[in-house]
T-cell receptor, first 113, second 115 residues
Framework: SQQGEEDPQALSIQEGENATMNCSYK?????LQWYRQNSGRGLVHLIL?????REKHSGRLRVTLDTSKKSSSLLITASRAADTASYFC?????????????FGTGTSLTVIP | GAGVSQSPSNKVTEKGKDVELRCDPI?????LYWYRQSLGQGLEFLIY????????KSGLPSDRFSAERTGGSVSTLTIQRTQQEDSAVYLC?????????????FGSGTRLTVV
């Protein structure tokens, strides 16, 4: 399976602290995406990092990608209560392996005010 | 529209009945995906449409599931003879181009409950 797997499954931090979530996958990829999901409904696209990139920033988000370890991390700095959500990574495995993105089961983040 | 619109937002149906879920993607997005998410689980790929190409149906769990996309825009996912295990949130996503090149925009989903 090319499914991404997030770690930890659940994370609880105080507001203002940084939150780090990790994603591991099994096969080579073209790109990897991170999504946020509130209340089990629609996902919001946060950031996309391509296989030839090592780090990407977007506001308080920092994503790293290590293709040699087949892993990615999402760092949320100076967390806020509104960051409470589930976070998923999704991997695209390449042109010969179908069209879908594979999602992991997510990390549930709780930011305590 | 400004986002991906799904309807209904919630659907309760009796076991054995057919249901139809609708997705209205962002105008101009050629790629459309259906995923489903069971409680506390990740997303399970169902089907992918890209332009006028034949859809990738490899994720449909059984022949009770079917989907179509009319005129390259609105898509409907039909579940025939619903079963309790079909209960899940069904999510639709569209993208400017396929394969997630630009990331997906998801709708808010349809929560299906089969009783």
């Amino acid at each position: 399976s090319q499914q991404g797997e997030e770690d930890p499954q659940a994370l609880s931090i105080q507001e203002g602290e940084n939150a780090t979530m990790n994603c591991s996958y099994k096969t080579s990829i073209n790109n990897l995406q991170w999504y946020r999901q509130n209340s089990g409904r629609g996902l919001v696209h946060l950031i996309l990092i391509r296989s030839n990139e090592r780090e990407k920033h977007s506001g308080r988000l920092r994503v790293t990608l290590d293709t040699s370890k087949k892993s990615s991390s999402l760092l949320i700095t100076a967390s806020r209560a509104a960051d409470t959500a589930s976070y998923f990574c999704a991997t695209d495995a390449g042109t010969n392996t179908g069209n879908q993105f594979y999602f992991g089961t997510g990390t549930s983040l709780t930011v305590i005010p | 529209g400004a986002g991906v619109s799904q309807s209904p937002s919630n659907k309760v149906t009796e076991k054995g009945k057919d249901v139809e879920l609708r997705c209205d993607p962002i105008s101009g997005h050629t790629a459309l995906y259906w995923y489903r998410q069971s409680l506390g689980q990740g997303l399970e790929f169902l089907i992918y449409f890209q332009g006028n190409s034949a859809p990738d149906k490899s994720g449909l769990p059984s022949d009770r599931f079917s989907a179509e996309r009319t005129g390259g825009s609105v898509s409907t996912l039909t579940i025939q003879r619903t079963q309790q295990e079909d209960s899940a949130v069904y999510l639709c996503a569209s993208s400017y181009r396929g394969r997630g090149t630009y990331g997906y925009t998801f709708g808010s989903g349809t929560r299906l409950t089969v009783v």
